[in-house]
């Protein structure tokens, strides 16, 4: 597609539960980000791919987060245990090489009980 | 540590008139700076970008300024519409770290009649 699906756009799972968010990118770009919007403005990068290769998982909290993705499927994030602290924003942004500009989806938010 | 600053959480503007937005970096590394606006409950949008090999960017209203010895960037809009109101995000990337976007803590920017 032309834009960067993401669904989906509100997830509720109380405390210790598993969510799970995905991300379509733009046809043709082989490149995908997460990031995690806490605070109303603050842009924490999580982690990216190089099609189905992981690229810099610098910014993932190894416990509980996970991502993936995968030939002809979505890329997906996954948090196992939730905590409350995870309640934000997940942004999922695709470019189509190195020297290209990232294109973000609308986002999923994502509440903890 | 904040290597992306935005000093200027808000700024109200006159429609017609140009906006101004500033930002400034403290990481040498960085060699690629974008602006994206974003509206509520919207992923960020990219509007322009620059290489530090440039120090000036245009595309149709808005301009991008590069001043790599103050580290320093500014975005200019010219001339303002009412569908410039918006938060304007700055946001860098370096060699050491590529495709991890540090971003600013955005500029609300308000054009009024």
């Known amino acids: 597609g032309e834009e960067v699906a993401q669904t989906p756009k509100h997830l509720v799972r109380g405390e210790g539960q598993k969510a799970k968010l995905y991300c379509a990118p733009i046809?043709?770009?082989?490149?995908v980000f997460w990031y995690q919007q806490v605070l109303k403005n603050e842009f924490k990068f999580l982690i990216s791919?190089?099609?189905?290769?992981?690229?810099?998982e610098t910014g993932m909290p190894k416990e509980r987060f996970s991502a993936k993705c995968l030939p002809n499927s979505p890329c997906s994030l996954e948090i196992q245990a939730t905590k409350l602290e995870d309640s934000a924003v997940y942004f999922c942004?695709?470019?189509?090489?190195?020297?290209?500009?990232?294109?973000f989806g609308d986002g999923t938010r994502l509440s903890i009980l | 540590d904040q290597q992306v600053k935005q000093n200027s959480p808000s700024l109200s503007v006159q429609e017609g008139r140009i906006s101004i937005l500033n930002c400034d970096y403290t990481n040498s590394m960085f060699d690629y700076f974008l602006w994206y606006k974003k509206y509520p409950a919207e992923g960020p949008t990219f509007l322009i970008s620059?290489?530090?090999?440039?120090d000036k960017n245009e595309d149709g209203r808005f301009t991008v300024f590069l001043n790599k010895s103050a580290k320093h960037l500014s975005l200019h809009i010219v001339p303002s519409q009412p569908g410039d109101s918006a938060v304007y995000f700055c946001a860098a990337v370096g060699t050491d770290s590529w495709g991890k976007l540090q971003f600013g803590a955005g500029t609300q920017v308000v054009v009024t009649p």
């Open positions: 046809k043709g770009h082989s490149y």
């Open positions: 620059i290489s530090s090999i440039k």
């Open positions: 942004a695709s470019s189509k090489s190195k020297s290209q500009p990232q294109h």
């Open positions: 791919f190089q099609n189905e290769n992981v690229f810099d």
